[in-house]
């Protein structure tokens, strides 16, 4: 089994967190990845800084300004965490945008990303059939799942499908809005409940605006677990320390 697939039998609640690599300081990404561990998030999902980040929002958008500041790149991100499997025992995926990936050489990123141990990748940017025809097999040779994003707005047939090319699990969004701009999960029941009646091949992580220990609970009713990033980037982007900040915030989504 792989570390998704051990994280989801586990039958309970998933919290998975975002956090920018190189955010909110340039050495900060491993400290953050050890206190997220440490404290009780189930996932990582390690943010790749890009100066258009079309799907998140200014709060997630600032981080990536700032860890661009702070010298982060794909060069310096996998130099920074490439002995990171002998501390992180938790699933890591890498979230990004396509151009640096290109830009980086597609196999080549994952063959690297592969090689220090990370698990998966979400391009939400990458269209289903460029991935299809050009990288699926690429991905599938180097054994890292990829998650697709499905939003309120997609037909059933189309998440059934997103659903078939994905791996790991389904990234709902919660509404068609960027990331940190919901305040409230306005029929958020009846969109969980149809992919219940879908009978989907993967379970299903909802993210984009789940911010505090009510909404982690309301989603927990009829999904896998929730995404938590643009509430988590606040309470650490001005703290004088990430682990403190961390458990703080951790204990206030679970305890």
Do not use: W
Request: net charge neutral; proline share 5%; charged share 20%.
């Amino acid at each position: 089994m792989s570390r998704l697939q051990k994280i989801f039998a586990q039958q309970k609640p998933i919290l998975n967190v975002y956090c920018t690599a190189g955010f909110p300081h340039p050495e900060s990404t491993m400290d953050v990845m050890l206190s997220l561990q440490e404290f009780g998030a189930d996932m990582i999902e390690l943010g790749i800084p890009y100066s258009d980040p079309l799907a998140d929002g200014p709060v997630i958008q600032e981080s990536n300004a700032t860890a661009i500041k702070n010298g982060m790149s794909i060069q310096k991100l996998f130099a920074d965490i490439k002995s990171f499997r002998e501390k992180i025992h938790l699933p890591v995926i890498l979230m990004g945008y396509l151009n640096p990936v290109l830009q980086y050489g597609f196999e080549k990123f994952c063959q690297d990303a592969a090689a220090i141990g990370i698990d998966g990748m979400i391009i939400p940017d990458l269209p289903d059939a460029v991935f299809e025809k050009q990288y699926a097999p690429i991905i599938k040779k180097y054994k890292l799942d990829f998650i697709f994003l499905v939003t309120p707005e997609t037909t059933d047939e189309r998440i059934k499908k997103l659903d078939r090319l994905s791996s790991g699990f389904l990234y709902a969004v919660s509404s068609s809005a960027t990331t940190g701009n919901t305040n409230k999960l306005t029929g958020i029941n009846a969109y969980l409940q149809r992919f219940n009646a879908l009978s989907l091949h993967n379970p299903v992580l909802v993210g984009f605006g789940i911010g505090n220990k009510e909404m982690f609970m309301e989603v927990n009713k009829l999904a896998a677990g929730a995404i938590i990033g643009s509430a988590y980037i606040k309470a650490i982007r001005d703290a004088q320390n990430v682990n403190t900040a961390t458990k703080s915030f951790l204990s206030s989504i679970l305890g």
